[in-house]
């Protein structure tokens, strides 16, 4: 036998790799058209919120249906057609709000799950909640275009009975939703800017409806802001 014949065993090491066509690695599924479109259709819905409330506070007269109610039916009274326009821009608004919240469960659900989670449940208590006080307030602009001491006795049994304490309960999730919220932008500054949290507290405060109507209209622009790199997270997930 030839002594260059290397024999089986004596000691040959394993190529390192076999000649022949590399085997494709498969690449990652990309997401199909029709998902992109669905958010993009969704932060569409959820910037239409805060533009929505701007709106309806350019539209409403000053005061809070729970203000005192003889002088606020009067304000209503004044131009009843712009008050119904005032309440259709809130209900789009509190619809919208639940794309929001939408939003931002999907723009969190990497780095912050629970907290962007219930966030977001808070927040869809919140927008049912003043979607029922838009329905108080169409029935306070029938009142106050009937007018008479009877409309605000009827406002006043209203705003001490069991319609303000329930939906009052609710709207107060939203509150809480807000800063659940802030703190979920702040676990997910990965992938959301953390500059968000402290604008969406802020814009929260301004249109809370406690001050004039243009510190109002700021604090939605405020808010609109702090949406844009929520949106961006969402597109991304």
Same mark, same amino acid.
Request: hydrophobic letters at 45%; charged letters at 15%; aromatic letters at 2%.
């Given at each position: 036998m030839d002594s260059?014949?290397?024999?089986?065993?004596?000691?040959?090491? $394993?190529? !390192?790799?076999?000649?022949?066509?590399?085997?494709?690695?498969?690449?990652?599924? +990309?997401?199909?058209? =029709? #998902?992109?479109?669905?958010?993009?259709?969704?932060?569409g819905a959820a910037f239409l919120g805060p533009i929505a409330l701007a709106a309806q506070y350019l539209?409403?007269?000053?005061?809070?249906?729970?203000?005192?109610?003889?002088?606020?039916?009067?304000?209503? $009274?004044? !131009?009843?057609?712009?008050?119904?326009?005032?309440?259709?821009?809130?209900?789009? +608004?509190?619809?919208? =709000? #639940?794309?929001?919240a939408a939003m931002l469960a999907l723009a969190g659900r990497r780095s912050a799950t629970w907290l962007s989670g219930i966030a977001a449940a808070l927040l869809v208590v919140g927008s049912v909640g003043g979607g029922g006080f838009a329905g108080m307030r169409l029935v306070a602009?029938?009142?106050?275009?009937?007018?008479?001491?009877?409309s605000v006795e009827a406002w006043e049994v209203v705003q001490d009975g069991a319609p303000f304490a329930v939906l009052g309960s609710l709207v107060l999730m939203a509150i809480l939703g807000t800063l659940v919220s802030a703190a979920a932008v702040v676990r997910a500054r990965a992938d959301i800017a953390v500059w968000a949290a402290p604008a969406m507290l802020v814009g929260f405060v301004l249109a809370s409806g406690e001050f004039p109507v243009w510190v109002s209209v700021v604090g939605e622009l405020v808010v609109l802001a702090s949406l844009v790199p929520v949106a961006r997270a969402a597109l991304r997930a």
């Open positions: 260059t014949t290397t024999r089986l065993g004596s000691g040959v090491v $394993a190529p !390192d790799h076999i000649d022949g066509p590399a085997v494709p690695t498969p690449a990652a599924p +990309a997401p199909a058209p =029709g #998902v992109h479109a669905r958010r993009r259709l969704l932060v539209l409403s007269t000053d005061g809070l249906p729970r203000d005192e109610a003889g002088p606020w039916l009067a304000g209503l $009274a004044e !131009d009843p057609t712009r008050q119904v326009l005032s309440v259709i821009a809130y209900l789009v +608004a509190m619809l919208a =709000g #639940v794309a929001g602009i029938e009142l106050a275009e009937r007018g008479g001491a009877s």
